[in-house]
């Protein structure tokens, strides 16, 4: 590699990334350890994120040591921070454990990747070809959705997405974006102000509808573990 090429690959802004990993899960206990295709659940997330050659460090936010030992055995680059017990209970927030790790942690990247484990799915290629969306937007953050193409309606029977009275054909219609909850990126000087992991100019990053599903449910857990298993005997 010549100079010009490592001054290059130097001067590119560096991505830390943050899977946040609570102890405590009512609708699946254990979840984010429980295996799920042959690997704990958080494996698929975690090693996306480490296989990204544009994310230089992850780290992982828990409450528990029993999931502080298991994503010590998936990879020893991973850094893990036990965060306070009252920052993983049932009504803590995402911010307050990403707020916890920067106060706690040595953030010098400028940006963060934050990557929830309910979406296995995710690959080093989405995370990739997110970073290089968000950098050319030149955003503050960014937010991974999928287009879904259904309607949806408010309590009082009013239309939140389209026209009844101008039904659009589903080929012809462009749909909505839905947050798919993979990952989002932020500044760090932002958090590190406390804004919100969405702030500033705000880029949405389109992902395949097949991430559509987060495992928030068994009856999601089985679903999308069956489909996994299809693409891998593929």
């Not at 290089?132 to 009013?158: E, M, P």
């Not at 939140?160 to 932020?186: C, H, K, V």
Request: with cysteine; aromatic share 6%.
């Amino acid at each position: 590699m010549n100079v010009s090429s490592m001054n290059a690959l130097s001067s590119k802004p560096s991505f830390a990334a943050l899977v946040p990993l609570r102890g405590g899960s009512k609708s699946i206990p254990g979840k984010n350890v429980k295996p799920f295709c042959g690997r704990p659940l958080c494996a698929w997330t975690l090693k996306a994120l480490l296989h990204c050659d544009m994310v230089s460090r992850v780290f992982v936010s828990t409450d528990s040591e029993e999931i502080a030992t298991v994503v010590r055995s998936i990879d020893s680059r991973i850094v893990v921070h036990l965060r306070p017990s009252h920052l993983a209970a049932d009504n803590s927030t995402t911010e307050e454990a990403i707020y916890d790790l920067i106060d706690s942690c040595d953030i010098s990247e400028p940006y963060l990747v934050i990557a929830q484990a309910t979406s296995p799915q995710t690959t080093s290629r989405d995370v990739a070809d997110a970073i290089s969306h968000f950098l050319s937007s030149k955003a503050d953050s960014l937010v991974t959705c999928v287009r879904t193409r259904r309607f949806f309606w408010n309590d009082d029977g009013t239309p939140i997405n389209y026209d009844p009275s101008r039904r659009p054909l589903r080929q012809q219609w462009n749909g909505t974006l839905m947050e798919n909850g993979a990952f989002y990126i932020s500044t760090v000087d932002r958090l590190r102000d406390r804004s919100a992991r969405l702030h500033g100019k705000i880029v949405v990053h389109e992902m395949d509808e097949s991430t559509s599903i987060e495992l928030d449910e068994l009856s999601d857990w089985e679903m999308l573990e069956a489909a996994f298993r299809r693409n891998i005997a593929g």
